[in-house]
Nanobody
Framework: VQLQASGGGLVQAGGSLRLSCAAS????????TGWFRQAPGKEREFVAT????????RYADSVKGRFTISRDNGKNTVYLQMNSLKPEDTAVYYC????????????????????WGQGTQVTVSS
């Protein structure tokens, strides 16, 4: 599986961006696709995840109500719509795929994901 993240950029606080994660290769029906982010000097942080069928969705508390994850399986693409952006959302955003191991809460951990994209930079100015 190859993942290609795109859509990052520079935006003012309060603005919006939509990230895309395009997948190629095999995509198993049990795989979740997640978004993580990493700011300079910080650990990689869970943002959101979605099941292959779209029914299983989970968000980090820090983005609930502002970010929306969705997918179009016909296009093999997962999206992250980011609204009301804040300077603290500035980071490199990565998408990843992994099989569900246990409950959806387990998908918060980067270690359960098997495949990673290259990352796209999101910068929010104040």
């Amino acid at each position: 599986v190859q993942l290609q993240a795109s859509g990052g950029g520079l935006v003012q606080a309060g603005g919006s961006l939509r990230l895309s994660c395009a997948a190629s290769g095999s995509s198993f029906s049990s795989y979740y696709t997640g978004w993580f982010r990493q700011a300079p000097g910080k650990e990689r942080e869970f943002v959101a995840t979605i099941s292959w069928g779209g029914r299983g969705i989970r968000y980090a508390d820090s983005v609930k109500g502002r970010f929306t994850i969705s997918r179009d399986n016909g296009k093999n693409t997962v999206y992250l719509q980011m609204n009301s952006l804040k300077p603290e959302d500035t980071a490199v955003y990565y998408c990843a795929q992994g099989a569900l191991k246990g409950t959806i809460r387990t998908m918060d951990s980067p270690s359960v994901y098997d495949y990673w994209g290259q990352g796209t930079q999101v910068t929010v100015s104040s």
